[in-house]
Nanobody, 113 residues
Framework: QVHLVESGGGLVQPGGSLRLSCTASGDISREAMVWHRQTPGSQREWIALITHSGNTNYKDSVKGRFTISRDNAKNTVFLQMSSVKSEDTAVYYC????????WGQGTQVTVSP
């Protein structure tokens, strides 16, 4: 079972940038990976997906601002966040597309002046 650890969150001003990382304890090169986010009182929602071959897809709310990428040699998936907005404030998680890994603790992103 692969375990996932998210990192890179923090406080960022509106319009700023942040890069999140998701590091797996094992080989995820054959897995499609998904970034999700969750705010208090809301369900976790997917926001970005990358296939094993590098094809990507984004939720409309982040399209054009966020970029998902991966480094299979390092078993790591990234989320580059740009032009962030207050509504991007959330805890960010990653998982395989089939959610076969246990959910990590996530990384908190807070967008505030």
């Amino acid at each position: 079972q692969v375990h996932l650890v998210e990192s890179g969150g923090g406080l960022v001003q509106p319009g700023g940038s942040l890069r999140l990382s998701c590091t797996a304890s094992g080989d995820i090169s054959r897995e499609a990976m998904v970034w999700h986010r969750q705010t208090p009182g809301s369900q976790r929602e997917w926001i970005a997906l990358i296939t094993h071959s590098g094809n990507t897809n984004y939720k409309d709310s982040v399209k054009g601002r966020f970029t998902i990428s991966r480094d299979n040699a390092k078993n790591t998936v990234f989320l580059q966040m740009s032009s962030v907005k207050s509504e991007d404030t959330a805890v960010y998680y990653c998982n395989t597309i089939t959610q076969t890994s246990p959910w990590g603790q996530g990384t908190q992103v807070t967008v505030s002046p």
